[in-house]
C-alpha cells in the first residue's frame, strides 16, 4: 500500500510540475513576445517622426533590430547584428501588419533559435519592416523553480510515505492480532475468538463475523461429535444384543431355537438398517439445502398419502382445505406427512387428525393426536438427534430417534418451521411453509 501511495503520489508530483513549468514556458513566451512587439513599435514611432533613417538602432531592451526595405535591404540594424544580412525571411501580411516566428540558424547567433517578430511601419521616408528578435526561455523555466519543485516533490511524497506506512499499519494491527489468533485455532479446539478492535468500522465489523462463524462451527462440530457419538451408540446396541445371542447359542448348539433366533437377529438387523437410513437421509438433507421445489397442493399431498396409507391403531380424520400451493420436493413432503402420522397413530388414545390450510401467507399442514401430549420443557428436545423421550421408548422400542429430526430439516430445506403446538389435548406438529402466489 505504501509503494503504491507513493507511485501514485510520484505520478501526480510529476504532473503537476509538468503543469507549473509548462505554464511558466508559456507564460515566459508571451512575455518575450510582447517584449519584442514593444520594441518594433518605438522603432516604428522613430521612423514615423523622422525624416531619414537612422543608421544605427538602439537594443532596447532586445538581442537585436532590423529595418529592411521593400526591396529586402538592410536599412538599419542594432550594434549585435550590424553587416549581417536580414535575420529572417518571412513578411507580415499588409493587413493587419505583423507577424511573429521562433526561427533557428539566425544571422548573428548561430546554431540558436531565436523570437522574431515582424511589424510593417509606414513612414513619411518610406514602407519599411522592422525586425525584433529575443531568445525563447528555457523549456524547463529557470533553475530555482526547478529546484523548488523537486524539494516541494520529495517532502510530499515523503509525507505521503511515511503517513500511508503508519496509517495503514494502525489501521491492519487488528488484522494480525485476528491472523495470530486464528493460527492457534484447530478443528479440535474451536474455543478462541479474535480480538474485536474497540472502534468501529470495517474490520471491528470483520472480527465480529469470524467470532459468529467461528461459534457456529464449534457448534456444528459440537452437534456433530454428539451425532457421531449417539449414532455409534445405538448402532452398537443391537449389534451387541445379535452378538450375545449367537455366542450363548453356539456354547449349546443342540438346544437352540434356530428359527426363533434368526427372527430376533432379523429384528436387529432391521432396526440396524433403519438407523442407517435415517442417518444417510439426516447426510443428504444436511448436503442438500436446496431441493427441487415444484409447485403442489398440499392438500391433495395429504389426499393422496392418507389414501394409500394402510389402516393403523387409530383412524384418521383429515380436514383439508384445497388451493394451498406452495413450492416444495413432493417426496420430501410425503416423507414429513408419513412420520407425523405413524408418530400421532402411535402415541393416540382414540384418533389422530391431519389439516390442511392458508394462514398468514404460509401453508399449514398439522397433525394431531389425542395422546398423553410432550410436556412444554420437552417439545424443543424431541427434535434432537436420536432423542426419545421414555414413553417413545416404550410405544416404540424399535424407533431410531431420527424421524422428527428428519422432519425438521425436511421443514428447514422448504424455508419453512415445524414446531410443537398445544391443542388441549395431545400433540399437534404444525408445518409452516411460505404460499405461492
Given at each position: 500500500?505504501t509503494a ?54 538602439e537594443?532596447?531592451g ?12 538592410v ?21 493587419p ?6 526561427v ?33 526561455p ?34 491492519l494491527r487488528?488484522?494480525e ?26 474490520i ?95 392438500a ?35 416423507r414429513?406427512?408419513?412420520?407425523l ?15 390442511v390450510?392458508?394462514?398468514?401467507g ?13 410436556a ?33 430439516e ?16 395431545g ?10 402466489n
Amino acid at each position: 500500500m505504501t509503494a503504491w501511495a507513493t507511485l501514485v503520489a510520484m505520478a501526480l508530483c510529476a504532473l503537476t510540475a509538468w503543469f507549473v513549468l509548462d505554464s511558466n514556458y508559456k507564460s515566459e513566451m508571451s512575455e518575450r513576445f510582447r517584449q519584442v512587439y514593444a520594441a518594433a513599435l518605438r522603432v516604428s514611432h522613430q521612423l514615423v517622426h523622422q525624416r531619414a533613417v537612422p543608421p544605427a538602432l538602439e537594443d532596447e531592451g532586445v538581442s537585436a533590430m532590423q529595418v529592411i526595405d521593400p526591396t529586402g535591404k538592410v536599412v538599419s540594424a542594432s550594434s549585435q547584428v550590424q553587416g549581417q544580412p536580414r535575420m529572417a525571411t518571412f513578411v507580415p501580411p499588409q493587413r493587419p501588419g505583423a507577424m511573429d516566428r521562433v526561427v533557428c540558424d539566425v544571422p548573428g547567433f548561430p546554431s540558436q533559435c531565436m523570437i522574431i517578430a515582424a511589424m510593417w511601419v509606414y513612414a513619411p521616408s518610406g514602407d519599411f519592416i522592422v525586425y525584433g528578435a529575443l531568445p525563447p526561455p528555457a523549456r524547463y523555466g529557470s533553475a530555482t523553480l526547478v529546484a523548488m519543485l523537486v524539494a516541494a516533490s520529495v517532502i510530499w511524497l515523503s509525507l505521503v510515505a511515511w503517513g500511508t506506512y503508519h496509517i495503514v499499519g494502525r489501521a491492519l494491527r487488528p488484522v494480525e492480532a485476528m491472523t495470530a489468533e486464528l493460527d492457534e485455532i484447530t478443528a479440535t479446539d474451536l474455543a478462541h475468538r479474535v480480538p474485536v478492535p474497540a472502534h468501529h468500522d470495517e474490520i471491528r465489523f470483520l472480527a465480529k463475523t469470524v467470532n459468529y462463524t467461528l461459534q457456529l462451527l464449534e457448534r456444528a462440530l459440537q452437534q456433530e461429535r454428539r451425532f457421531t457419538s449417539d449414532a455409534s451408540h445405538d448402532l452398537r446396541a443391537p449389534m451387541a444384543a445379535a452378538r450375545l445371542r449367537l455366542e450363548e447359542a453356539l456354547t449349546d448348539p443342540g438346544t437352540v431355537d434356530w428359527p426363533g433366533m434368526a427372527k430376533e437377529l432379523l429384528s436387529d438387523v432391521e432396526r440396524q438398517q433403519a438407523i442407517a437410513d435415517d442417518i444417510l437421509a439426516l447426510a443428504r438433507l444436511d448436503a442438500d439445502r436446496s431441493p427441487q421445489h415444484e409447485r403442489n397442493d398440499l392438500a391433495e399431498l395429504a389426499r393422496t398419502e392418507l389414501q394409500h396409507r394402510p389402516p393403523g391403531r387409530v383412524p384418521i380424520h383429515a380436514d383439508l382445505e384445497s388451493g394451498v400451493f406452495v413450492a416444495c420436493d413432493r417426496q420430501l413432503i410425503c416423507r414429513l406427512l408419513t412420520n407425523l402420522l405413524d408418530n400421532a397413530q402411535r402415541h393416540a388414545a382414540t384418533a389422530a387428525t391431519v389439516a390442511v390450510r392458508a394462514e398468514d401467507g404460509t401453508g399449514v399442514l398439522a397433525v394431531a393426536d389425542d395422546g398423553a401430549g410432550i410436556a412444554p420443557e420437552h417439545r424443543e428436545l424431541v427434535f434432537e438427534r436420536f432423542v426419545r423421550l421414555p414413553e417413545s421408548r416404550a410405544r416404540d422400542p424399535k424407533g431410531t430417534g431420527l424421524g422428527l429430526p428428519i422432519c425438521r430439516e425436511i421443514a428447514h430445506a422448504h424455508q419453512g418451521t415445524l414446531t410443537i403446538e398445544d391443542p388441549g389435548q395431545g400433540t399437534c406438529f404444525v408445518l409452516r411453509v411460505p404460499l405461492l402466489n
